[in-house]
C-alpha cells in the first residue's frame, strides 16, 4: 500500500492546506504511474490517500486520473505529525482500524524529518520544491 500525501508530492505550487486553485502536476503523475507499475510487477499495489487536503477536494483532483483512481482504496487517512516518535506504530494502527492488511506501506511525504525503514513501513520524504522525482521513483523501487 502506498499511503500519498498529495500537497509536496503530486503538487509542488500549494503552500497551505487548501486545494484551491491548484491541480496535481501532469509530470509528477507520471512519475506515480511509472512507480506504481514497477511495483505492480512485485506487489498487489493499493494507494490510500494521506492528506490534510479535505478528502472531497482530494478526490477530485485525482478523479481525472484513471490510474490512481483505479488503484485507490476506500479509505481517507488523516495526517498527522510525522514526526513524533510512535508515527510508524500509529500510521501501522490507523491502516489496521481501516481493514487495510499488507505486509508492505510506503508513506510518500514531505514533511517527514528522516528517511527510515522500520518493520513493513518505508518512510520516504519527497523534496516539497520539487515533488516525486525521477531520483526517488529509483530509490523506492529498490528499498521496496
Known sequence: TILLDVDG???????????????????LIS???????ELSN????????YSGWDYDSVIRKCAKYPAI???????YLVKHNPNQSSFV????????RSN???????LLD??????KRKDNTLLYKVDCTVG??????????KSA
Open 100 to 106: 487495510i492488511h499488507n505486509t508492505r506501506v510506503i
Open 42 to 49: 512485485k506487489y498487489q499495489v493499493q494507494i490510500a490517500l
Open 69 to 75: 483512481v483505479s488503484r485507490l482504496l476506500d479509505t
Open 132 to 141: 516525486l522525482s525521477d531520483t526517488d521513483v529509483t530509490s523506492i523501487i
Open 89 to 96: 506504530d500509529s500510521i501501522n494502527l490507523t491502516l489496521i
Open 110 to 115: 514531505d514533511e517527514i524529518l528522516e528517511t
Open 9 to 27: 508530492v503530486l503538487n509542488i505550487r500549494s503552500r497551505s492546506y487548501t486545494t484551491r486553485g491548484f491541480e496535481l502536476e501532469t509530470h
Open 31 to 37: 512519475r506515480l504511474n511509472y512507480l506504481v507499475k
